[in-house]
């Protein structure tokens, strides 16, 4: 009997490329490795479920998950995470120096309930005081007019929500009808070097030190799920998988301390390495549930205090109860 064929839908990380090359291979699973940007992935794994395995966005998971939409497992695997205070851009016309200055101004955002918009909304108000409902939000595509929320929710009592279907983030900014704006990606025109568009935290390097000193949290965006169909029928695959997502990590980090040649073209990768684990630790990005545990139970909290979902989640239960564990020897 062959090994089983299992379609995995991931962005092209440096901590999961050993899976998509073939240097880590799941015991008994061949995997089709599908690259595409995570817009896509998530766009059709949750509208259309297309994929046997798939990097998701872990707010619209739990957020999905609350309203009673639970066709995926996941493993706690978590290939993107990063800190947003690089991630909010200002028309200097707007008069916006800090934080606190965006109380009544007209904020863009690519979608409402997408994860990197929680977490900034939960470090405005916990670490500056601003409440979402302090802000005028303005829901736009980044770059092409149209974009929607993957998630059905209802929005929060006292909170404004525009939409704006016809335009983008990127022209609104560059025009001066937003104010500021949130987006992952840097838009075009501050690419392009408008000078009117800048970054909220220019020096955002040093805040998000900062932020990660005075708080622990190194904010999870991305998990990985598994269809809960396949999950029943083969339970042996999520340790598998995960297993196996553990390993081409452990990989990606030895390659990254490799002083002998230079894999990542900058000069002080290993440097950089160093100081990382010292602010950070070893094991600065762990995978596992417990591991990650306030992390997840923070992301949960901004969401409920949000309104983005009403009741708590048995956030142990969302995960394949394999991975909750490990065999010792």
């Known amino acids: 009997m062959g090994n089983m064929q299992l379609t995995l839908a991931c962005e092209d990380y440096d901590r999961t490329r050993p899976i998509k090359d073939g240097r880590i291979k799941p015991e008994g699973i061949e995997i089709n490795y599908l690259v595409m940007s995570v817009e896509e992935i998530f766009w059709r794994m949750m509208k259309y479920e297309e994929f046997d395995v798939s990097e998701l966005s872990m707010g619209a998971f739990l957020t999905a998950a609350a309203r009673g939409r639970r066709p995926f497992v996941a493993i706690p695997v978590f290939p993107s995470r990063t800190f947003r205070h690089r991630c909010i851009f200002i028309n200097t016309a707007s008069g916006i120096e800090r934080v606190e200055d965006l109380r009544g101004k007209r904020m863009g955002v690519p979608e409402y309930s997408m994860t990197a918009a929680v977490w900034l909304r939960g470090l405005f108000e916990h670490e500056y005081g601003v409440a979402p409902s302090e802000i005028h939000w303005v829901q736009a595509g980044e770059e092409h007019p149209g974009r929607k929320d993957?998630?059905?929710?209802?929005?929060?009592?006292?909170?404004?929500?525009?939409?704006?279907?016809?335009?983008?983030?990127?022209?609104?900014?560059?025009?001066?009808?937003?104010?500021?704006?949130?987006?992952?990606?840097?838009?075009?025109?501050?690419?392009?070097?408008?000078?009117?568009?800048?970054?909220?935290?220019?020096?955002?390097?040093?805040?998000?030190?900062?932020?990660?000193?005075?708080?622990?949290?190194?904010?999870?965006?991305?998990?990985?799920?598994?269809?809960?169909?396949?999950?029943?029928?083969?339970?042996?695959?999520?340790?598998?998988?995960?297993?196996?997502?553990?390993?081409?990590?452990?990989?990606?980090?030895?390659?990254?301390?490799?002083?002998?040649?230079?894999?990542?073209?900058?000069?002080?990768?290993?440097?950089?390495?160093?100081?990382?684990?010292?602010?950070?630790?070893?094991?600065?990005?762990?995978?596992?549930?417990?591991?990650?545990?306030?992390?997840?139970?923070?992301?949960?909290?901004?969401?409920?205090?949000?309104?983005?979902?009403?009741?708590?989640?048995?956030?142990?239960?969302?995960?394949?109860?394999?991975?909750?564990?490990?065999?010792?020897?």
């Open 150 to 329: 993957r998630v059905d929710f209802e929005m929060p009592a006292g909170v404004r929500l525009e939409s704006r279907p016809d335009t983008t983030l990127n022209a609104m900014i560059e025009s001066g009808e937003i104010d500021a704006m949130m987006s992952p990606r840097m838009p075009t025109c501050f690419l392009d070097g408008a000078r009117h568009v800048r970054r909220l935290f220019p020096g955002y390097r040093q805040a998000e030190m900062e932020y990660f000193a005075k708080t622990g949290l190194f904010p999870i965006m991305h998990v990985i799920v598994i269809k809960r169909s396949i999950y029943e029928k083969d339970p042996w695959v999520a340790q598998t998988l995960y297993k196996a997502f553990c390993a081409a990590k452990d990989l990606c980090m030895r390659e990254l301390y490799d002083t002998n040649i230079l894999r990542v073209s900058l000069p002080w990768t290993s440097a950089e390495y160093e100081d990382t684990r010292e602010l950070m630790t070893a094991d600065y990005w762990p995978y596992g549930v417990e591991q990650n545990r306030r992390n997840l139970e923070t992301l949960h909290g901004y969401l409920l205090e949000q309104g983005l979902i009403k009741q708590k989640l048995n956030l142990d239960g969302l995960f394949a109860r394999e991975t909750l564990e490990a065999f010792k020897i």
